[in-house]
């Protein structure tokens, strides 16, 4: 019967194995889905930011008259 000790301690060991596998990638799941998350709060906060300094941009060379090309 020493073999089916073995094999017990085999199993129960695969299957503390696999619990922690299982707790360690719902963790990287839910760490993965803040990211997206901050991510997609990021690009629409610099979409905002590009808009406003394209604004300010048009709005300072139409105060501006016959200025010179950049290569002067």
């Not at 301690?9 to 695969?14: F, G, K, P």
């Not at 905002?48 to 048009?58: N, P, Q």
């Given at each position: 019967m020493e073999t089916d000790n073995y094999t017990e301690?085999?199993?129960?060991?695969?299957e503390m194995k696999l619990a922690y596998l299982e707790d360690f990638m719902n963790k990287l799941q839910n760490i993965s889905v803040e990211h997206e998350q901050i991510i997609d709060r990021l690009t629409a906060e610099n979409r905002?930011?590009?808009?406003?300094?394209?604004?300010?941009?048009?709005a300072q060379?139409?105060?501006i008259p016959n200025r010179k090309p950049p290569h002067y």
């Open positions: 301690e085999r199993l129960t060991a695969v905002v930011l590009k808009g406003k300094l394209t604004e300010l941009i048009e060379e139409g105060d």
